[in-house]
């Protein structure tokens, strides 16, 4: 991106404008919000600029880049009621280029700031889950990984991270690209759209600056009420964000959380296999719950050893964790938790006839057995689903809890080493025996 400051009279020719042309200085500020739910990012810089009393020209292009030009806003931070953008133009025969004409009744350094979207720019969240020998404490870390793609670098950038569903009429990649957007005939000055005070026209697709920029400020306050559409994170310190570089940048890292780990076994969702998860609430209790937690990839370590030698236990995706929400990581089978339903008999019996000697009404009752093995060496809660159809009884001597008309789950905790098993005998009947 190039900004060029004519601080002469306003020329007549295109020729004539750009001779003695000034570089403006570096930026002195960069923020950078960057949206999730699209690609979408709000920059936001600031610069000093030495301003001549009376007309001066401020050039911005961006080309090889996805700024949107449409979005692109230009404001004075100091002595706003002596300066005033005239007009915006885009100069003949030069592309991704426009100009500001500037009036000033100063003369001097003044900062600016000049705001705009681009696409190009995502972020995602990763976390590193380290739990203890026993698997009932963890040290839970987060990073944000942000990847450059727009075309332009932003050194000493402050970050910033927003949750929330934004609605676009149009991408800003496609904005950026494609020149049919932008007048090419030089808009006239004063012409209808025109806001002076943000130095753009009002035909912004979308949003506008102002209105997403307000919901930065306020997203924190707002989604902690659980009222909001948004929530917005904020990268300590400043990094550089290089075009075509990814960079992780660490989030928090809190010690000590307390997990459940436990077993899932349902063959109709998970097969045959066992599952394992680790449970944790994203609350105070658990030293988070200070703000949602985005959606992410998780790894999960396990320490072996007492020198923290640790396992790989496994690698999952979590969805957005609002405050004081459990959460469940689903980390793969585990073949040192054995769970095997077995058939063991099946009858017919209470058969019923119609007048003619047909068949209307039977019930079958079928006697299972689990066979359960722990060959871990630390206790385990084991979830084990069952589901049934038609109009069913079950009878067993072990506890169950009835999940919904079709489901059934014993939740049993095995010792270290432990085998043991399950029996239970299912009642269904069919046809004119089902009960009414």
Known sequence: ????????????????????????????????????????????????????????????????????????????????????????????????????????????????????????????????????????????????RVTNRSGEDYPDAQIRLMVGVVRLVERISELAQRETTINLGAPPVNGPGFNRKLGRWAGFRGKSLDDLAKKSEEAKAVVKEAIGEYFLYTVEGRDTIANGWSKRLPSFKVTEVPITS??????????????????????????????????????????????????????????????????????????????????????KEDIRFDKNGNVTGWTTKATWEIELQNSKSIPVTVDIRRNFSGDWDLTTDDKFEKVDAKKIKFVLALKLNERRTVQYELTTRHGTSVRK
């Open 1 to 144: 991106m190039r900004f060029l400051l004519y601080v002469g009279l306003l020329a007549v020719t295109l020729v004539s404008a750009r001779i003695n042309v000034t570089s403006l200085p570096g930026r002195d500020s960069v923020q950078l919000t960057i949206y999730n739910s699209v690609d979408l990012t709000l920059v936001k810089e600031t610069r000093t600029l030495t301003f001549k009393k009376g007309s001066n020209r401020l050039e911005f292009s961006w080309a090889n880049t996805l700024i949107d030009p449409t979005s692109v806003e230009f404001r004075p931070l100091q002595k706003a009621d002596q300066i005033e953008v005239l007009d915006v133009r885009f100069p003949p025969r030069v592309t991704n280029t426009l100009e500001w004409n500037i009036s000033s009744e100063i003369a001097g350094e003044v900062e600016v700031e000049i705001r705009y979207f681009t696409s190009g720019i995502s972020w995602a969240a990763n976390y590193v889950c380290e739990a203890n020998a026993t698997e009932n404490q963890m040290t839970f870390a987060g990073n944000v």
């Open 262 to 347: 436990y077993y899932k076994y349902e063959k109709e969702r998970y097969g045959a296999t066992v599952m394992r998860f680790y449970k944790f609430k994203n609350d105070k209790d658990s030293k988070l719950g200070t703000e949602p937690l985005p959606d992410g990839s998780v790894m999960a370590f396990r320490s072996v050893t007492k020198d923290n030698l640790y396992n790989f236990v496994g690698r999952t995706a979590v969805k957005y964790i609002p405050i004081d929400e459990e959460v469940e990581m689903q980390l793969g089978n585990d073949a040192e938790v054995r769970i095997a339903p077995k058939l063991m008999n099946w009858k």
